[in-house]
């Protein structure tokens, strides 16, 4: 693999950060998936250029991106390779948490400049009260961005020191223990039909310990201590945001492949080249319109909610499903252009070494992945006539 010379950061955008690198990490995909997990000189790459860290508070040397420039960046990655954006995702996600713990605690996680924190949920887990802080038992799996990851999250019910579970405040369900990447035992769990490099395997933790601060309730917000708008959402707002534009990506560069290919391609013993196919035309035609409407619909909203945020520092509820719904029905946009694109290639599209092969396994992926349930969207239409809101994945 060639080296590449992207430069500092500097005052650069998002975006134009990750363009400077697209090739390597477009060049790397296959590399990456042999790998079963993102290559080192990509990893080196998007620590040069700050991108585990968009989400992390400017107080501790983040980026604090708004919401609809983290949904560009997490689109443009997953244009050139969806575990790579993954990855990014997950991490980043993650590195929101930090506006619920204390500065020093924060400093200590996130201090270096290659710090990164991945979690999952977990399998079996239980953290019981001691002097000082807690201990820790359990297995964890489905840890995307884990073996690229400093710290590591661990999360668990907790049980007081007579061996009781522990009293919770409202609205809480877990905590999340944060622990040094080096204190747990990798599990080898991954082996899956997509998103392979994002090595989303597991680990096992025994009687470790975990001090008071280190760890946030589930529910992050009830604990935030840092009042800029970003860290008024919910870390779903951030998943569901962010995987919705890897599948749009995804989407992009299928859709791109396949009207590439049909300006060349004659099939095997067909009258018509692809080009002058009519079938071929309005499916591109649909799919193109698709994928504009479903990436208009979720920057829209991801600008609009923002912009209401920033103005009276408060995320309301209906926001929180506006976001839901058009994350939710994005992604699965995203797969049928994808469906359209890999149908149009016919042949063309099975052999790994061409660029609809991984993407199509990786938007499959994406659409089993907890944001990407189609329940979501029976969800908010309960909302909208008028039912309590399920605010789980909202």
Aim: charged share 20%; aromatic share 8%; net charge neutral.
């Amino acid at each position: 693999m060639a080296s590449v010379t992207a430069g500092a950061p500097g005052s650069a955008g998002i975006v134009e950060r990750i363009g400077r690198i697209a090739g390597l990490i477009e060049q790397s995909g296959a590399r990456n998936e042999a790998l079963g997990r993102l290559a080192p000189e990509v990893v080196d790459q998007l620590h040069e250029q700050r991108l585990f860290r968009l989400l992390l508070p400017r107080v501790y040397d983040g980026e604090e991106v708004d919401l609809a420039t983290w949904f560009r960046a997490m689109e443009a990655l997953a244009k050139c390779d969806a575990s790579t954006a993954w990855c990014v995702g997950q991490i980043n996600g993650c590195a929101a948490t930090a506006s619920a713990v204390t500065p020093e605690v924060a400093r200590t996680i996130w201090g270096a400049p290659r710090a990164a924190l991945s979690w999952g949920p977990a399998v079996k887990a239980r953290a019981d009260e001691v002097d000082g802080g807690h201990r820790l038992d359990g297995e964890w799996m489905m840890s995307s961005g884990s073996r690229h990851a400093t710290w590591v999250g661990l999360i668990a019910p907790m049980f007081d020191r007579s061996g009781a579970p522990a009293a919770l405040p409202d609205g809480v369900t877990a905590r999340t223990f944060f622990v040094p990447a080096g204190a747990v035992e990798w599990v080898d769990n991954w082996q899956v039909h997509g998103l392979n490099a994002t090595n989303s395997g597991g680990y096992k933790a025994s009687n470790v310990f975990v001090p008071t601060g280190y760890s946030i309730c589930r529910e992050h917000l009830l604990e935030a201590q840092l009042t800029t708008p970003l860290y008024k959402f919910p870390l779903n707002s951030f998943f569901a945001t962010g995987f919705s534009g890897v599948a749009l990506g995804i989407a992009r560069s299928m859709l791109d492949a396949a009207i590439a290919l049909a300006a060349e391609k004659k099939p095997r013993a067909a009258k018509l080249s692809l080009l002058e196919n009519h079938v071929v035309q309005l499916q591109i035609g649909d799919a193109e319109a698709r994928l504009r409407s479903a990436r208009g619909y979720v920057e829209a909203t991801a600008e609009r909610v923002w912009r209401a945020v920033v103005a009276s520092g408060e995320l309301t509820v209906p926001q929180r499903i506006d976001i839901r719904m058009a994350t939710t029905f994005a992604i699965h946009e995203a797969k049928a252009v994808a469906e359209a694109a890999w149908e149009v290639a016919g042949a063309s599209a099975i052999f790994d070494s061409g660029p609809f092969e991984r993407r199509m396994r990786d938007i499959r992926t994406v659409t089993q992945q907890i944001q990407g349930r189609k329940s979501h969207l029976q969800e908010t239409g309960a909302y909208l006539l008028g039912l309590e809101p399920s605010l789980i994945f909202a």
